[in-house]
């Protein structure tokens, strides 16, 4: 089964459940791509000494993008409109999620970047310290 597939199975409530189950899975996944974002961020600001900032962030930024993905395909396909109960309103409100996952995931990735890369100015600049400084 190819990865369009699935995505459209699940997106049109799949063969369990009602028309709801696209739209609360694209909510699952928004939120979870939030809390790996702030938990990304966490990391880079140094609450948080385990794992990895930028894998996190990744993660949170492709979870953000499947939620999207989802939420969409939902509103594509679903018929009828807000209050039939077909999972209208919860896509339309998994959009906007799974979006703030991915900008979430774009700020902590950015800002591991910058903290590496200033930690290896400042290791750079103590070696070259200790290196002019030993000249007698």
Known sequence: ???????????????????????NLALGV????????????????????????????????????????LAALHLATSSGGPGTGNGMVGAVAALPLGLTAMAIGRRALTRSRSRSRSTELSAEHAVHERGSGSVS
């Open 1 to 23: 089964m190819r990865a369009t597939d699935v995505l459209t199975v699940a997106a049109e409530g799949g063969v369990i459940g009602d028309g709801r189950t696209g739209a």
């Open 30 to 69: 928004g939120l979870l791509g939030m809390a790996i974002g702030w938990l990304a961020l966490a990391r880079v600001a140094g609450r948080i000494s385990t794992g990895s900032a930028r894998i996190g962030a990744m993660s949170a930024m492709a979870a953000g993008l499947v939620g999207t993905a």
